[in-house]
């Protein structure tokens, strides 16, 4: 025998359309409450704000294209020359790439060899600041004479300039590795070999993944500059042969395509620093918070 609905039933499901829209106007409400992420949308901000500056200035004072083409323009030539610079801008990436790749190889070993020695520290170290300060525009003939025009001049001039940073913070990452703890770990009975392996490599790594952001970066300088003295392909031939033509929304299109992948190998490299080493970053400056 069932029973009747008594008031009390029949009010449950208007009591329950009551808190449903209690939680939707408070959820509302946080929303409006929550602040603006200025701190994530800062670098569109300021990228916007700097080219509508550029634009404003090229028409405030009239300059020719031939001096600075606003950047309007240099998006019509974008678009007008986009198959010749996405096939450059293909070829800097990879050349870029390859020699920084080759960079983080050979400098993390490198870098582990002259952290694991003050001997081989204090006999390397001054050879590596002496050929650091060698402009790397001076060794690409050299490159030439021995590789010829290509390619491998490109690559290499960008292990050349991206080797260094990587070589220096993973010796510093190395070097931070306090004397009272080696001497707790030694008399345990730990080796050389297992300090460097259990707290040395650990430490080096945030200078490592760090380092990493720099290299990228110059990495991308040395493609260029090897581009605009001995290649056929490239960002930096492109440029340097619209600057033959006077095409100088051409040239400022190509700067645009190198500050993108710039900004685009910066921000995987910050990436794989996060995921990697995130608890390496303590500080809440260090966060962006």
């Given amino acids: 025998m069932s029973a009747e609905p008594t008031q009390a039933d029949a009010a ?31 670098p569109w901000l300021y990228t916007i704000g700097l080219f509508l500056i550029w634009e404003a200035s090229v028409w405030l004072f009239a300059l020719p294209q031939y001096v600075l083409p606003a950047p309007t323009v240099i998006l019509g030539a974008i678009i007008d020359y986009w198959p010749t610079i996405w096939t450059n801008s293909v070829q800097t990436l990879y050349t870029t790439v390859v020699g920084f790749l080759m960079a983080v190889a050979g400098g993390l070993a490198l870098g582990l060899l002259v952290g694991w020695s003050r001997f081989i520290y204090a006999g390397l170290y001054p050879l590596m600041i002496g050929f650091n300060a060698i402009p790397k525009v001076a060794v690409v003939p050299i490159l030439v004479i021995w590789f010829g025009i290509g390619d491998v001049p490109a690559i290499l001039t960008a292990f050349l300039i991206a080797f260094f940073p990587i070589v220096v913070n993973v010796a510093t990452g190395l070097a931070t590795i306090e004397p009272e703890m080696e001497d707790v770990l030694r008399a345990l009975g730990a080796k050389k070999l297992d300090v460097m392996l259990k707290v040395g490599i650990p430490r080096s790594m945030p200078y490592f993944f760090g380092s990493l952001k720099i290299a990228i970066t110059l990495a991308f300088v040395g493609s260029v500059i090897s581009e605009t003295i001995a290649a056929n392909a490239g960002l930096g031939h492109m440029m340097l042969a619209a600057q033959s033509q006077f095409n100088v929304p051409l040239v400022f299109a190509g700067l645009i395509m190198l500050a993108v992948e710039g900004i685009a190998m910066y921000a995987l490299m910050a990436w794989i620093e996060k995921r990697t080493t995130g608890w390496a970053h303590r500080s809440g400056m260090a966060q962006g918070n």
Avoid at 17 to 42: C, I, L, M, N, T
């Fill in 12 to 42: 449950k499901p208007a009591e329950a359309r009551r808190v449903q829209a209690r939680q939707r106007g408070e959820a509302v409400r946080a929303a409006k409450r929550r602040p603006f992420p200025w701190v994530k949308a800062a």
